[in-house]
C-alpha cells in the first residue's frame, strides 16, 4: 500500500511572457521546501535573485539552490547545456556557494543542447533577416526538435562514451547536411563533438541520476516539493503567441510531465504577475508603451534580459491576458511583482478589456483602458499591506477585482526580504 504523501506540493509560474520575478519567489517558497525542481525550458531563462545585496543569476540550477536545506533537481523536460550548467556550478563556488552531488541532481533523462544546436539556432535567425522569431540562439528549440524526432542525446548518455558516439551519429549526418547544403557553413564532425564533450562528462557525471524515482522517494516520504517554471505562460508553445513562442509546455500542466510526478502531487499553484508588462523577442504585444513612455519604465524597472541582456518591451498591465493565464495554468496563488517600479508615475492605465466582441483579447483587437492616479511615495521598505499608500492599495484591489483572484504576496523590490504577504502560504515561508 502507498504511504501518505506530502500534500504542499506548489507548481511556481509566470502568467505573462516572462521575467515575472519568479526566481525570487521560488527562493522564497524553498524556505518550507525539501525539493525544488525545474520542469521545462533551458538556458535561454534567467532567475535573478537577490540575497542580502548578492545578484545570483541562474539559468539551469534551480533557483532554490541557495536555501541550505533543498534539493535541487533539474527535471526530465529540460535541455540542458553542459557547458553551461558546468559554468554555472563554477560561478555558485567562486561565490562561496559550493553545489555538490548530493544537493544537485540532473535526470538521466534531460536532453542535452549542444554546439550544434547553438550554431543552427543561429543560423536559422540569420536567415529570417527581418522576421525572425527573436529567439536566444542557444539552441532551445533545435534541441527540442531532436527530442520530439526521436533523435536527441540524454544525460544519460554521458556516463556511456560508446552510446554518446551512437546518438552523436544519429543527429549530426542531417545537421551537416543543413549547415553545408542550406546555409553555407561548415560541416562539424564526431570527434570535435566527443572532444567537447570530454571535460563535460567527467565534471557532470557525478550529479546524473533518477530524478523521477528521486522525486517519488522524496513524495512517499511526504517530503515537499517546489515546481520551477521557465518563461511564461503566453511563451507556451501550445497556449502563447505562437509562433513567437518558446519551444516548451510553460504552464503548470507540464510540471507532471517534466519531471514524472503524478498530477494529483500537484497541490498548489503560484501564479506570478508584474504590476506591469514587459516581454523579450518578437511577437505581438498590445499594451505595449509609446517609445518614451516605455524606455522610461523600462530605466525604472531594469527591464533588460538576465540572459541575453536584450532591453524588454513595455506596457500596462493586461488584465484579461492573466485572467486566461489564471485559467490556463489553475492558479490557486497569485503574486504581484515590480509594484516598486511604478512608484512617480502620475496616472497608471490598466488594460480592462479588448474591442472585440468578448472582451478578451487572444492577443487580437485593440485594448480599452482604465486610468487609476499613481503614487510618488517611495514603497520598497514597507512590509506590511497598510503601510502602502491609498492609492498604491487601490491598485492592487483594482487589479483584484479585474483578475478574479487575490493576490497573495506583493513584491516592493528586488530583496528577499522585500515582500508583503498576505495569505499564509506566504506568511509561513517568510517566518
Given amino acids: 500500500m502507498q504511504s501518505q504523501r506530502a500534500t504542499h506540493n506548489t507548481v511556481v509560474v509566470g502568467l505573462q511572457w516572462g521575467d515575472e520575478g519568479k526566481g525570487k519567489i521560488v ?9 525544488v525542481v525545474r520542469f521545462q525550458g533551458g538556458n535561454n531563462a534567467g532567475h535573478t535573485l537577490v540575497v542580502d545585496g548578492e545578484t545570483v543569476i541562474l539559468h539551469l540550477i534551480p533557483s532554490g539552490v541557495l536555501q541550505p536545506h533543498t534539493t535541487c533537481v533539474i527535471g526530465n523536460g529540460v535541455v540542458v547545456d553542459p557547458e553551461v550548467l558546468v559554468g554555472e556550478l563554477d560561478a555558485l563556488e567562486k561565490r562561496g556557494h559550493s553545489v555538490g552531488p548530493e544537493t544537485l541532481l540532473l535526470s538521466a533523462d534531460a536532453h542535452l543542447v549542444l554546439p550544434i544546436h547553438r550554431t543552427l539556432d543561429g543560423l536559422r535567425e540569420q536567415a529570417l533577416g527581418g522576421d525572425m522569431i527573436g529567439t536566444t540562439k542557444k539552441g532551445i528549440g533545435p534541441a527540442y526538435e531532436d527530442k520530439v524526432a526521436r533523435r536527441g542525446v540524454q544525460a544519460g548518455a554521458l556516463l556511456d562514451i560508446a552510446r554518446l558516439r551512437k546518438d552523436l551519429e544519429s543527429t549530426l549526418d542531417e545537421k551537416n547536411r543543413m549547415f553545408t547544403e542550406w546555409y553555407g557553413a561548415k560541416s562539424v564532425s564526431i570527434d570535435e563533438l566527443i572532444e567537447w564533450a570530454q571535460p563535460l562528462i567527467e565534471r557532470l557525471a557525478p550529479y546524473i541520476g533518477d530524478s523521477v524515482g528521486h522525486l517519488h522517494r522524496a513524495a512517499d516520504q511526504s517530503e515537499s516539493i517546489l515546481f520551477e517554471g521557465a518563461q511564461g505562460t503566453f511563451l507556451d508553445v501550445d497556449h502563447g503567441t505562437y509562433p513567437f513562442v518558446t519551444s516548451s509546455n510553460t504552464v503548470a500542466g507540464n510540471a507532471a510531465a517534466g519531471t514524472g510526478m503524478g498530477p494529483k502531487d500537484l497541490h498548489a499553484v503560484v501564479g506570478i504577475v508584474k504590476a506591469y508588462a514587459t516581454r523579450v523577442g518578437a511577437g505581438p504585444f498590445p499594451t505595449q508603451l509609446p517609445p518614451e513612455q516605455e524606455e522610461a519604465l523600462r530605466s525604472q524597472g531594469g527591464e533588460f534580459g538576465a540572459t541575453t541582456g536584450r532591453p524588454r ?13 489564471i485559467r490556463l495554468n489553475g492558479v490557486t496563488n497569485l503574486v504581484l511583482t515590480k509594484l516598486d517600479v511604478l512608484s512617480g508615475i502620475k496616472e497608471i492605465q490598466i ?26 511615495e517611495d514603497i520598497t521598505a514597507c512590509r506590511s499591506y497598510d503601510e502602502l499608500p491609498e492609492t498604491c492599495k487601490a491598485y492592487v484591489e483594482r487589479l483584484e477585482s479585474l483578475v478574479g483572484i487575490q493576490i497573495g504576496l506583493v513584491s516592493v523590490g528586488p530583496g528577499r526580504e522585500q515582500v508583503i504577504p498576505r495569505e499564509s502560504l506566504f506568511r509561513e515561508a517568510i517566518h
Fill in 27 to 35: 527562493d522564497l517558497l524553498a524556505a518550507n521546501a525539501r525539493h
Fill in 313 to 325: 518591451s513595455c506596457g500596462w498591465f493586461d488584465a484579461p491576458m492573466v485572467r486566461h493565464a
Fill in 351 to 376: 488594460g480592462v478589456s479588448y474591442d472585440t466582441p468578448e472582451g478578451e483579447s487572444r492577443f487580437s483587437g485593440n485594448p480599452i483602458y482604465e486610468t487609476m492616479p499613481g503614487w510618488d
